[in-house]
């Protein structure tokens, strides 16, 4: 099979719950059959066109195992093809892209939940660190982001108050997203003076985990044109994962973010990706936002800041990111739906009108894996 | 019935959960030699002749070539390439003398003065626990100490397996639905199912979606404590997370006025009459005490066969 026999798969809609610190009067199956819903909704798609449901999550943070075996009612995958992807939503996407562009379905859901509120993310981010060398020494989430941070401000002789901007920048953007759940919006001197948690790191640098769900049809292009008027197309997408073993990595940087940038490009046949209209990343600290902005070509190594600047030709998370909101698992796919609900202009963000857009997510313990998706209309 | 799912108050919204995992984890050759040559104060590294790679601590096989490395004794000497201080410790990232790369550990001594490009050593732990914190930290080095030559190095009694164990604590939200039924249990000692509007089957648990055409489920109805057995299973085998003494008989049972199957147990008999029970037989619920009643489907002891 050539790439002119692939289908071109397109994006029907999308639809997110609010993302909020707690969703303490529901359970998962509650937030997904809320998103997936949503999501079909005033497509004229029913749950018997579906052909295939493909779902993010993680056993770790659900407290039970193959947690997707008890959510099937709510993610409507009753008697279809399902699969379980522990990785955020985007590889989901990749997979069912696949499914459809080598024409073995035609229409497809693909669903990101997490509720981190109901368990401890230490536990879950100590449970992803290799259990002889590293778990005991201590490393976790917020101290693998600290030295990640300590080496990019050192490689590239960046000042720690850039990160403190690059924080305050997203909090700003989140408190006009009605889709995210912003009672405080911490300015930044706040966030400047907020406790050290792995220095460089202040808390209010780290991202904030949020409960949530996210859904995405996505159909074979004749599908796609039937059940919307503004289908966004999916130029392309690669993925990439670096050592899990945080010494290995190069610091400073993320070679792996590029790899996956580069694969997605070529794909899309995009030599410059400043031509992106708009950008939605994921990360889990201010440092790592920097690094993976880099690491995309949206701005030249160190200079991540500059891609933020309002002269920029990319709009870089218009929705305010992942800082203000992280739904651990979902947090890619919520970029995705974010971008492509602004391209389809069922999402006003401020980003103004665009036609093209670029998706990254990202996995394991601070970034270890990467996944980036490049959009069109 | 009502139709609404306002649940009164007073009742617990939530579930706390313990998962407990024991864990017996395999070490390998390189993790095992390292862990073990700790308690004599050597760090142990291992080199890969292709790539003229050394990594410290030991690994089994290359980062840069996936070939097998031998084993060697490393320098407890090094050069801090990054630092973070936490609330609880400082953790480095130290560039032991003649690897390839920085290894992960703690810092012991004030974070002060701890910052890229100072030497530090190694701190031995006073007290061994066959783990890798038996190396306790590096110090900053107040002078200069030689790095050692790598030299073949073998340890007789290498450790190959260790002991873990992994709990997780939750605290589940019950949501609407399930809510409404285990006040409806605490309550009223009833339960309660959503029918499906499309295909008519009603759910236990109650839920939004209908499992099987996906209809948005729009009321309750109560269903009965009797109701057929459906199937049935003598369990003898222990396991973690039982909450009955085996043996036991563990039953899905089919409440009148509801299509789903509900898990629960068999009782009200000797376990050797076990071998009586049929499928498709009439069960009803027995019911633990009023005052023991805690809002969940454990308010019913167990179901036991109409006779």
Redesign the interface.
């Given at each position: 099979m050539t790439p002119h026999d692939y289908v071109r798969v397109g994006i029907v809609s999308s639809a997110q719950t609010l993302l909020k610190d707690a969703?303490?009067?529901?359970?998962h199956?509650?937030l997904i059959?809320e998103a997936v819903?949503e999501a079909l909704r005033g497509t004229g798609l029913?749950?018997s066109d579906v052909d295939f449901i493909i779902n993010s999550g993680s056993d770790?943070l659900d407290?039970r195992s193959i947690s997707n075996c008890g959510f099937?009612?709510?993610m409507?995958a009753?008697h279809k093809e399902e699969s379980r992807v522990e990785e955020d939503g985007l590889w989901s996407l990749s997979y069912a892209h696949d499914k459809i562009a080598s024409g073995s379905a035609r229409v497809g859901v693909v669903i990101a939940y997490s509720?981190p509120?109901?368990?401890?993310l230490t536990?879950y981010y100590s449970?992803l660190v290799e259990?002889?060398?590293?778990r005991?020494?201590?490393?976790d989430h917020?101290?693998a982001h600290?030295?990640q941070?300590?080496?990019y401000l050192?490689v590239h002789g960046v000042d720690e108050k850039e990160l403190s901007v690059v924080a305050a920048r997203a909090w700003e953007r989140a408190a006009a997203n009605s889709s995210v759940d912003t009672p405080q919006v911490p300015g930044l001197d706040e966030i400047a003076t907020s406790p050290?948690?792995?220095?460089?790191?202040r808390a209010l640098h780290l991202s904030r985990p949020r409960d949530g769900a996210v859904a995405v049809v996505v159909a074979s292009e004749q599908v796609a044109r039937r059940s919307t008027s503004n289908p966004v197309w999916i130029s392309g997408y690669g993925s990439s994962i670096d050592?899990q073993?945080?010494?290995?990595r190069e610091?400073g940087s993320f070679p792996a973010a590029k790899a996956a940038a580069q694969r997605a490009y070529a794909r899309a046949g995009v030599s410059d990706p400043r031509t992106f209209g708009i950008a939605e990343v994921s990360a889990g600290s201010a440092a790592a936002e920097l690094m993976v902005v880099e690491a995309l070509g949206l701005a030249e190594p160190g200079q991540g800041a500059s891609a933020y600047d309002g002269a920029a030709s990319t709009v870089l998370n218009p929705s305010g990111g992942a800082l203000p909101a992280d739904v651990v698992m979902a947090t890619g796919l919520i970029r995705l739906h974010e971008a492509a609900g602004q391209l389809a202009g069922r999402l006003d963000r401020g980003a103004g009108s665009a036609s093209s857009a670029l998706v990254h997510g990202a996995g394991g313990l601070a970034h270890q894996n990467h996944c980036v998706f490049t959009l069109e209309v | 019935m009502t139709t609404g799912l306002n649940t009164p108050p007073g009742v617990s919204q939530k579930l706390a959960a313990t998962i407990g995992l024991p864990y017996t984890l395999t070490t390998g050759k390189a993790v095992g030699s390292t862990i073990t040559a700790l308690a004599s104060k050597r760090l142990t590294g291992s080199y890969c002749s292709d790539c003229q790679r050394t990594n410290v601590p030991a690994q089994d096989y290359c980062v840069g070539c996936g070939g097998e490395m031998s084993l060697i004794e490393a320098a407890d000497t090094g050069t801090i390439t990054a630092a973070t201080t936490t609330p609880e410790h400082t953790l480095l990232l130290v560039q032991i003398d003649g690897a390839s790369s920085p290894l992960l550990h703690r810092l012991v001594g004030p974070a002060e003065g701890a910052v890229p490009g100072v030497r530090v050593r190694a701190v031995w732990a006073d007290e061994t626990k066959a783990l890798f914190l038996d190396l306790e930290g590096f110090e900053v080095a107040d002078s200069e100490a030689a790095a050692s030559s790598p030299v073949d190095t073998t340890v007789d009694d290498a450790m190959k397996e260790m002991p873990y164990r992994l709990d997780l604590d939750y605290q589940h939200s019950y949501g609407p639905y399930y809510g409404r039924l285990f006040d409806e249990l605490a309550h009223h000692r009833r339960l309660v199912g959503s029918p499906c509007p499309q295909c008519h089957q009603v759910m236990v648990p109650p839920r939004e979606r209908c499992d099987v055409c996906f209809a948005r489920t729009t009321r309750l109805v109560e269903v009965q404590d009797t109701g057929t057995l459906q199937a049935f299973s003598i369990v003898h085998l222990e396991f973690v997370g039982q909450t009955r003494t085996p043996p036991y008989v563990y039953a899905e049972v089919v409440l009148d006025g509801s299509s789903t199957r509900l898990i629960h147990v068999l009782g009200g008999f000797e376990i050797e009459k076990a071998r009586d029970l049929t499928i498709g037989m009439p069960v009803r619920a027995v019911w633990k005490d009023a005052s023991q009643a805690q809002g969940t489907l454990a308010d019913i002891e167990y179901f036991e066969p109409v006779v």
């Open positions: 969703w303490d009067d529901l359970q199956v509650d059959s819903s029913g749950m770790v407290g099937l009612g709510a409507g009753h509720k509120s109901e368990s401890s536990a449970a259990p002889f060398y590293q005991p020494v201590g490393l917020a101290s600290g030295l941070a300590a080496q050192a050290s948690v792995a220095t460089p790191l050592s073993v945080l010494g290995e610091p | -």
